[in-house]
């Protein structure tokens, strides 16, 4: 399995971006897939998640009401819409593929990851 993550960049406070994670190599609707983070300095910490399905999305606080995941299951894709940019959201994102969509957020592993795209939000 790959994931290839994209649609980071430098943005401006109040801003918006899409990110984006291909997943190839493996039948994508058999895995829970989230995203992370990790801003200079910091440990990863989790943003969001969304089931197989593409139900039951679960956000940081930090993000809710600002961050949108989404999936397609025909394009193997899963989506990011961060909206509201604040310079606290800087960070790398990463987005992760794990089979199971309990405790996500809080388990040591995840079956798969991705590379990682900058998001730098500038004040």
């Known amino acids: 399995v790959q994931l290839q993550a994209f649609g980071g960049g430098l943005v401006q406070a109040g801003a918006f971006l899409r990110l984006s994670c291909i997943f190839s190599g493996g039948t994508f609707g058999s895995y829970a897939m989230g995203w992370f983070r990790q801003a200079p300095g910091k440990e990863r910490e989790f943003v969001a998640v969304?089931?197989?399905?593409?139900?039951?999305?679960n956000y940081v606080n930090s993000v809710k009401g600002r961050f949108t995941i989404s999936r397609d299951n025909a394009k193997n894709a899963v989506y990011l819409q961060m909206n509201s940019l604040k310079p606290e959201d800087t960070a790398v994102y990463y987005c992760a593929a794990d089979s199971t969509y309990r405790d996500f957020a809080l388990k040591q592993k995840r079956d798969h990851w991705g590379q990682g795209t900058l998001v730098t939000v500038s004040s």
């Open positions: 969304i089931n197989r399905a593409g139900g039951t999305p």
